[in-house]
C-alpha cells in the first residue's frame, strides 16, 4: 500500500483494490463496476477513493438517482419504507445500465442523482462521457434475483461486496441520518425499521459477488 498516492482524507485504499478495478478496462472499450453493500457500508466512500486514484477515467453513476420522488412514494403509500426494493424506479436503472454498457460514439449519457440535502433525485445530473472508460455503480440491490433487479447482474463486468462489522455500520447509519435532520431517536428507530430489514435482504445476496471489499472507516482492502 502507499498511502501518499492512495490516500484520501485519511481513506487509504490497497493498491490491489485500485489494480483490480484498472484491470477491467484494459481489453475493453468501457467496463461497469458494481459496488453493493447494506445501507451504511459505506459504497460511496469506496467509490470515492477509487475515483481519487483513477481521476478521469472512471465515473460513478449510483443507483439512489433511481428513488422514487417522495410525492410518488407517498402516493403509494411506501414512504415510511423508503430505501426497501419496490421504492426505486428499478426498470429506469436497468435501462440507464443497457445505455452505459453500449455507449453511442459522441453521446454524453445523463444520469439521475440523489441528494440526501433534499433527500430527493435529480435528474440529468450526472454526465458520463462517451470516452469514459469506467463507470461504478454503487447500490443495495445490484444482487437481488428478483426481477427486473436480477437483469443488472449481466450488464456489469464484476460486482464486489463493501462489508463492514454490522454494529459499526448501524452507528454510521444513525450518525449520517442525524446530519441530515433527524434526532437521535428517530434515527435509530428509522434504522430498526426499515434499513435493518434491507440490510437482511442485501446480505443474503452477498455470496453472489465477485470480490468482498472490506474496509473499517480507514482502510480499504480485499477479503
Not at 82 to 104: C, I, M, N
Not at 190 to 204: C, L, Q
Request: one cysteine or more; charged letters at 30%; proline letters at 6%.
Amino acid at each position: 500500500m502507499t498511502p501518499s498516492e492512495n490516500d484520501i482524507s485519511g481513506l487509504m485504499i490497497d493498491d490491489a483494490v485500485v489494480e483490480a478495478a484498472r484491470s477491467l478496462i484494459r481489453d475493453r472499450p468501457r467496463a461497469l463496476l458494481g459496488l453493493v453493500g447494506a445501507p451504511g457500508a459505506g459504497k460511496s466512500s469506496v467509490s470515492e477513493a477509487l475515483m481519487h486514484c483513477l481521476g478521469e477515467t472512471m465515473q460513478v453513476v449510483p443507483m439512489d438517482g433511481y428513488h422514487l420522488s417522495n410525492r410518488e412514494l407517498a402516493r403509494l403509500g411506501r414512504a415510511e419504507r423508503k430505501g426497501a426494493p419496490d421504492t426505486f424506479d428499478s426498470a429506469g436503472y436497468v435501462a440507464l445500465l443497457e445505455r452505459l454498457r453500449a455507449p453511442q460514439p459522441d453521446e454524453i449519457i445523463y444520469a439521475p442523482g440523489f441528494y440526501r440535502e433534499i433527500e430527493e433525485p435529480i435528474a440529468a445530473s450526472i454526465a458520463v462521457s462517451p470516452h469514459t472508460p469506467l463507470v461504478v455503480t454503487e447500490g443495495n440491490y445490484l444482487l437481488m434475483e428478483e426481477a427486473p433487479w436480477n437483469r443488472v447482474r449481466s450488464l456489469l463486468d464484476e460486482i464486489w461486496y463493501v462489508e463492514v462489522d454490522t454494529e459499526q455500520r448501524e452507528q454510521w447509519l444513525v450518525e449520517r441520518h442525524m446530519r441530515f435532520g433527524r434526532s437521535e431517536s428517530d434515527a435509530r428507530a428509522w434504522v430498526a425499521s426499515t434499513d435493518r430489514p434491507n440490510a437482511e435482504k442485501i446480505e443474503a445476496t452477498r455470496v453472489r459477488a465477485d470480490r468482498l471489499v472490506g474496509w473499517d472507516g480507514a482502510c480499504i482492502r480485499f477479503l
